[in-house]
């Protein structure tokens, strides 16, 4: 059956109905936040733990801190930080992406 929809030039049906993955993000670009946590070396050669957040719609890149010593409350309050800024500007965020490393 594919074979056959395949040569008449139709798609396998979940594919028809569906915008590309590529379509998506751009129509949901405002409601789209990503954060990391990334290391940088001081001129010194001390370690600091720096949290970025970039927001897909105007690619605007947030440094919100960094730190040398990172712990989970000095995380939470860099999130509560994000957050509250975000609700004064009027931001309509829906989705975060992460990666699930230790940090």
């Known amino acids: 059956m594919w074979e056959i929809l395949r040569a008449h030039g139709i798609e396998p049906a979940p594919e028809r ?13 405002h409601t789209i936040l990503a954060c990391d946590f990334f290391t940088a070396t001081t001129l ?3 370690t600091l733990y720096v949290f970025a957040v970039i927001e897909h719609a105007n690619r605007r890149i947030r440094i ?26 009027g931001a309509t965020v829906r989705h975060l992406i992460r990666d699930r490393d230790s940090k």
């Open 44 to 46: 010194n050669g001390a």
């Open 64 to 89: 919100l801190g960094a730190t040398a010593h990172l712990t989970a409350e000095w995380a939470t309050q860099i999130a509560r930080n994000l957050v509250m800024d975000l609700q004064g500007a």
């Open 17 to 29: 109905d569906r915008p590309t993955w590529a379509a998506l993000l751009r129509g949901q670009a």
